[in-house]
């Protein structure tokens, strides 16, 4: 099996010279080479199949490169333009795409996103699977408070997806703006809203609002017939492959089809402010609530602690947020079955970095790579539960 991993991790390809250098927050340097010994090293060791990393500096991708395999089995490599499943680093495109219908004052953020629609939510008759079915909420009166700015900075009351209940049913937890509670429904509600709204679809205003505009032509909310020829499949933690899902109906918070290539022009659009309008950019990266658990998610989401005042760490609009000495830090996580990415940016630096792979290992060694490839020792890693590979409980 060791023989393996080398051989995989060595299946790069990449756009950087060895030789060229990358200059971290702190602004000490690292050069490529360096980099790739070290990735190839945290994935041996960790068991991840396939990793692809994107560098910024000066606001621009200096070093981007994939690394090991789409699929094991087959050994067929990962490449910058393979696609891959994007998880909830759906939601930081969304929040963009928020911003930029806030921008053109078709979307006011603290409107009740009901009194958009001519007629109750829940009597709409649905056409999708399930996620714009709201029959549910029609003995509810707090969903009638919830605002664009709630669903973006997970305020919404929504829980994080209804299957999650016990009875499978959409609800409102608690009063909307109250408190914090990660919610892909939240989201995905805005979206339901905005398609009825304007009639059209999430898809059609991705691609003519950001796809389009940025050249993400291997992007999209649905599955595309043209993923077929090159896509990654997800790898459990014993390196076992996942079922690849192509029927998932296109949602706000979860189905973006992406690669590293259309991704990091994403990213860059977000740091040159070439999308959005500096103002609208900093409303989107300034805290509206404060996180103060122990963990994001699972039991440890209900206790409260000081570990991260520190960093102030928040959520913005659509980017959780952490304060750092070198300005904000906005990142959006990314998370699901063989999947597991990572993105964070520090814009008063022109920096950042995005990590994806299609590995349940992935996660462990994501605290060591933001730390040797950018210098990043602010993000919260055990919030994320982000637990090293190696890690020893005390």
């Known amino acids: 099996m060791k023989k393996i991993f080398l051989l ?191 009639g059209r679809t999430l898809v059609d205003l991705m691609n003519s609002k950001i796809f389009t505009p940025l050249h993400m032509d291997r992007s999209s909310y649905a599955w595309e017939p043209a993923y077929e020829n090159d896509y990654c499949f997800g790898h459990n933690a014993k390196g076992e492959l996942y079922e690849k899902d192509k029927d998932n109906e296109p949602r706000s918070a979860s189905t973006l089809e992406t690669t590293l290539d259309d991704y990091s022009k994403f990213i860059t659009a977000v740091l040159r402010n070439s999308l959005l309008k500096p103002v609208s950019t900093k409303e989107m990266f300034t805290p509206q609530v404060r996180l103060r658990s122990v963990q994001q998610f699972g039991q440890l989401s209900m206790v409260d602690s000081t570990t991260n005042d520190a960093i102030r760490l928040s959520y913005g609009l659509g980017w959780g947020l952490l304060q750092s000495p070198y300005g904000v830090g906005a990142f959006k996580e990314g998370h699901g079955d063989g999947f597991q990415h990572y993105t964070i940016l520090f814009p008063q630096k022109k920096t950042g970095i995005l990590i994806m792979s299609n590995s349940d290992n992935a996660e462990s060694i994501f605290k060591e790579l933001l730390e040797v490839t950018i210098g990043d020792k602010f993000t919260p890693w055990y919030w994320e539960n982000y637990i090293p590979y190696n890690y020893k409980m005390n």
């Open 8 to 198: 995989f991790c060595f299946a790069g390809i990449t756009s950087t010279t060895s030789a060229q250098t990358i200059t971290r927050l702190d602004n000490t340097k690292v050069t490529a080479a360096a980099l790739d010994q070290k990735i190839q090293a945290l994935m041996n060791a960790a068991n991840v199949q396939g990793l692809e990393i994107a560098i910024f500096n000066n606001n621009e991708p200096v070093y981007k490169k994939a690394f090991g395999y789409k699929r094991i089995d087959t050994k067929e490599p990962i490449k910058t333009n393979t696609n891959i499943y994007g998880a909830s680093l759906s939601k930081a495109v969304f929040a963009v795409l928020v911003m930029k219908l806030v921008e053109e004052g078709v979307l006011d953020l603290d409107k009740p996103l009901q009194d958009y629609l001519p007629k109750p939510i829940y009597e709409y008759t649905p056409n999708k699977k399930w996620h714009d079915n709201y029959s549910n909420l029609k003995g509810d009166s707090l969903y009638k408070k919830i605002t664009a700015r709630m669903c973006l900075d997970h305020t919404s009351g929504f829980p994080n997806w209804r299957w999650f209940e016990s009875d499978q049913k959409i609800r409102v937890k608690f009063a909307p703006g109250s408190k914090y509670l990660y919610s892909g429904e939240g989201m995905v509600y805005l979206q339901v809203v905005l398609e009825h709204m304007l």
